[in-house]
């Protein structure tokens, strides 16, 4: 579980022009969960599509590693600001867009609570700290 604090502020004006504001800190409850996409697409025009990120609240650290189908790495990020993996892949390797295919990934990862992520998958017994994204050019 991760407290996340907010400060929501919201500003007023009358037609007379009087203005008024008020301040208020909420906070929420985001519990540790951990959402890594399947596919992406770097030449899509839609941007939310553009880039593997995994996705994720609270963290402290968090790596996550891309292979290619012969065990070549071919990106790395350890990218964490305010509790949010904030690195994210487009595709390339040495500046180069990759072909499209299945890639690799590994990731590890440590909440602020001090709880490691223990993977993801349908049996708890069975989760796994690696998968498969496919690259769709």
Not at 37 to 61: D, I, K, S
Request: net charge negative; glycine share 10%; hydrophobic share 40%.
């Amino acid at each position: 579980m991760y407290i996340y604090k907010l400060e929501i502020q919201i500003t007023v004006e009358n037609a007379h022009g009087c203005v008024n504001s008020i301040t208020k800190e909420i906070f929420v409850d985001i519990k540790s969960g951990v959402y890594i996409p399947t596919a992406f697409a770097p030449t899509n025009p839609a941007l939310g599509v553009r880039y593997f990120q995994p996705l994720g609240y609270g963290f402290e650290e968090c790596e996550v590693w891309i292979y290619d189908a012969w065990g070549n790495l071919v990106w790395y990020s350890n990218e964490v600001e305010d509790g949010i993996f904030v690195g994210k892949w487009d595709g390339t390797y040495n500046g180069e867009l990759l072909k499209s295919d299945t890639y690799i990934w590994k990731m590890e990862a440590k909440f602020v609570d001090g709880k490691i992520w223990l993977g993801q998958g349908d049996n708890p017994a069975r989760l796994k700290k690696f998968g498969s994204v496919s690259l769709i050019r």
